[in-house]
């Protein structure tokens, strides 16, 4: 179930790009197993799967003890982080999706012992319910952090609202794709800013048609499984 489940998300990743004429070689799958236990999380290592998230401190190092034979794998922490939590685990990811806040921030500096690569969180869609910056924040912010030597602002990052329309969408992930650029042209040395980590299973194939290079599917791996 889990390899026809990976060659339909494949085949959509695919379709997605061939539509705005993308190599697929632009997007990284990123397998969201934070609903599952790690035997599955080792079958998708198995079946070719190199990029792993969860999006919880405890669940991120449980699986990644069961599964530390698996060397070739990265590990992407996407949700929101604690500060009291950053020493646990900043050493032990190597991508972090949701730097929310310039405290944040100086923990991530404090405590790491390596350049941790950072999509900077936008709340494009203003909800209330969300972490992230306002996106006339972004910059400024970006800015700040400039003097922290251990965080890489590789990208940003974002989620759409559960109920939008299709239209609604596209023009929150175009959004962010605007925003990205206007901060890689800065030629910032600490913020290259050139990836985008937005779409999930209801929407990476809008998302990938607006320019994400990262996409966080779960769901969708794991139906029927």
């Keep these: 179930m889990l390899a026809d489940n990976l060659k339909q998300i494949c085949e959509e990743i695919q379709l997605a790009c061939d539509h705005v004429q993308r190599p697929i070689e632009d997007v990284t799958m990123i397998a969201v197993t934070k609903s599952v236990e790690s035997y599955q999380a080792e079958e998708l290592i198995k079946l070719g799967v190199e990029d792993l998230a969860e999006n919880r401190v405890d669940k991120l190092l449980e699986k990644k003890a069961v599964l530390k034979e698996f060397s070739n794998v990265k590990w992407h922490l996407i949700g929101n982080l604690q500060r009291r939590k950053v020493k646990l685990i900043i050493n032990e990811v190597d991508y972090f999706h949701a730097l929310d806040s310039l405290k944040l921030a100086e923990e991530i500096q404090k405590r790491s ?27 400024s912010f970006i800015q700040d952090i400039a003097v922290f030597n251990k965080i890489k602002v590789i990208g940003l990052m ?33 913020a290259p800013c050139t990836e985008l980590s937005m779409g999930m299973s209801n929407d990476f194939p809008i998302a990938i048609e607006e320019g994400a290079t990262f996409v966080r599917i779960g769901t969708a791996i794991f139906r029927g499984a």
């Design 113 to 139: 012992q390596k350049i941790l690569p950072c999509f900077v969180e936008v709340n494009v869609s203003g909800e209330e319910s969300k972490h992230g910056f306002k996106p006339d924040e972004v910059l």
């Design 158 to 190: 974002c989620m759409a609202p559960l109920n939008a329309s299709d239209s609604e969408v596209h023009m929150i992930f175009s959004q962010l794709k605007k925003l990205q650029l206007n901060v890689s042209e800065q030629r910032l040395p600490h």
